[in-house]
């Protein structure tokens, strides 16, 4: 008899188990877009940790069943020349929340309080200002009635190895291997001072930091969408009874044969 894997001493998910939990929270968090919208709220989630963590798919069992015009995901791409030269958190300000809307911010402006800061691409003084500057920003953002939830997925130095050296190996995986990812095996520790220097300054009353294991990436993705569902109360919307009306002949036609001779797509499967 083979042995059960285990991860951090917990027996690894089953695919049944996993999939008919996941179903349960997704359902959850369809009748949430439903009150977010009733009550016009406005939600940032902002997802942030080490490379490999799971954050794409963390936020993929978040967003696959609700709608993207209430649950909208931004990812930004590299600064270019012009954002550079503006105010550093002007670029985010565009994608904030209006009424009735959850955002949440695939990395965000923390990148200047982890890889920038690490990898050598803003000045110190720049790292040391936004460091200082970042709670009050926050706090403005949370007194102006926008909710803020901060997850951090912190992912251990050997899963992560096993992650990498799995898209190494996996053409499916390869893309997900980014200029930044192999230089941040090789600086672990300046990341982990990065993450203590940024949750001293900005786990705030306010805007607290929540800390998700995501060594299994499985329960990693039900603790984070049960967690999210506790961090904003919700009530069930009544919504009418929809009934489907009957087809009208009128006009009836064949719609099949006034399709002849058109190009189809090959039905190879």
């Not at 929270?25 to 989630?45: D, M, P």
């Amino acid at each position: 008899m083979s042995k059960k894997t285990k991860i951090n001493g917990a027996e690894k998910l089953t695919t049944k188990k996993y999939t008919k939990e996941l179903r349960k929270l997704q359902a959850e968090l369809c009748k949430l877009q439903e009150w977010v919208r009733h009550k016009g709220l406005r939600v940032i989630i902002v997802f942030e940790g080490r490379d490999a963590a799971g954050k794409g798919g963390t936020i993929k069992a978040l967003t696959e069943r609700v709608s993207p015009r209430v649950f909208r995901v931004v990812a930004l791409p590299a600064p270019s020349d012009r954002e550079k030269s503006q105010m550093y958190m002007q670029r985010y300000i565009p994608y904030f929340p209006a009424a009735g809307e959850i955002v949440i911010f695939d990395r965000s402006w923390y990148n200047r309080l982890g890889v920038e800061r690490v990898m050598g691409f803003c000045t110190t003084e720049q790292y040391e200002g936004f460091l200082k500057v970042c709670p009050e920003l926050e706090r403005y953002i949370v007194d102006g009635g926008i909710q803020l939830i901060k997850i951090w997925l912190e992912v251990s130095d050997k899963e992560q190895k096993r992650r990498f050296e799995a898209r190494l190996e996996d053409p499916l995986r390869q893309w997900k291997l980014s200029p930044m990812d192999l230089p941040s095996r090789s600086k672990w520790f300046e990341y982990s001072k990065a993450r203590d220097a940024m949750l001293k300054a900005t786990d705030t009353k306010r805007a607290p930091w929540h800390i998700l294991r995501s060594d299994d990436k499985k329960r990693a993705r039900l603790n984070c969408i049960r967690h999210i569902l506790s961090l904003i109360p919700s009530k069930e919307v009544p919504r009418e009874k929809v009934k489907l009306p009957k087809r009208s002949m009128k006009g009836a036609y064949d719609d099949e044969a006034s399709l002849k001779g058109r190009k189809f797509v090959p039905a190879k499967y």
